[in-house]
Structures are given as C-alpha cells and as structure tokens.
Nanobody
Framework: QVQLVESGGGSVQAGGSLRLSCAAS????????MGWFRQAPGKEREFVAA????????EYADSVKGRFTISRVNAKNTVYLQMNSLKPDDTAVYYC?????????????????WGQGTQVTVSS
C-alpha cells in the first residue's frame, strides 16, 4: 500500500534551516507529482510546495518563495523540502502528499495519500 513517511522536523530559532524528507513506497514514485502542505494549530491545511514527477516543474506558496526549495530523487523514492530563513509563522505540522500517477496538483483535494506529518517549530 502507499506509504509516505516524513522526517527532519524539529525546533529551530528564527533564521535557521531545516530539511524535511519524505520516503515514499507502494506506488510508482517516478510518475507521480508530490506536494508539501502544512497545518498550524487552529488553521486550515495550506499548500507549501509541489513538484512534478520529473522534477522540472515546481510551485511555491507566496509565503515561502525564495526561502523553501522542493526537490526529489526518483532513484531514492524521496522528496525533500529545504527550508531556509525560517520564521515563527512557519511553525506547523508539515505533510507530504501524493496521488499515484497524477502529473500535477496544487490543491489538497487533488491528493489522495498523506503522510503522518512532521512538526516544525520556529522560535523568535
């Protein structure tokens, strides 16, 4: 079955960096777009970044453009989210997501499978 396992979350001070990883299994990773979403307490889940199956197309939320970078290594069935210049507003649970075989997606309703999430806490 489809499994997505996030790692790399933690607590950092503002201005710091973290790299999230998502290890995927149970589907053909190299033909599936991948996304990262986040959810802060009391807020709705929001889009962070997406990457096409081949990695040539990426998209970012305005709030993270220039600070976050999404990438993937298909040979390792892994997608990454490099987060730099972190701000307290970035504090949230970060989720990796996919729909097997989907070329592209930016909305949460387009994604069928979600990881368990990894907590990112940024202190001022």
């Amino acid at each position: 079955q489809v499994q997505l396992v996030e790692s790399g979350g933690g607590s950092v001070q503002a201005g710091g960096s973290l790299r999230l990883s998502c290890a995927a299994s149970g589907f053909i990773f190299s033909t599936s777009a991948m996304g990262w979403f986040r959810q802060a307490p009391g807020k709705e889940r929001e889009f962070v970044a997406a990457i096409s199956w081949g990695g040539r197309r990426t998209e970012y939320a305005d709030s993270v453009k220039g600070r976050f970078t999404i990438s993937r290594v298909n040979a390792k069935n892994t997608v990454y989210l490099q987060m730099n210049s972190l701000k307290p507003d970035d504090t949230a649970v970060y989720y990796c997501t996919t729909t097997p075989g989907m070329n592209w997606g930016l909305r949460p309703e387009e994604y069928n499978y979600w990881g368990q999430g990894t907590q990112v806490t940024v202190s001022s």
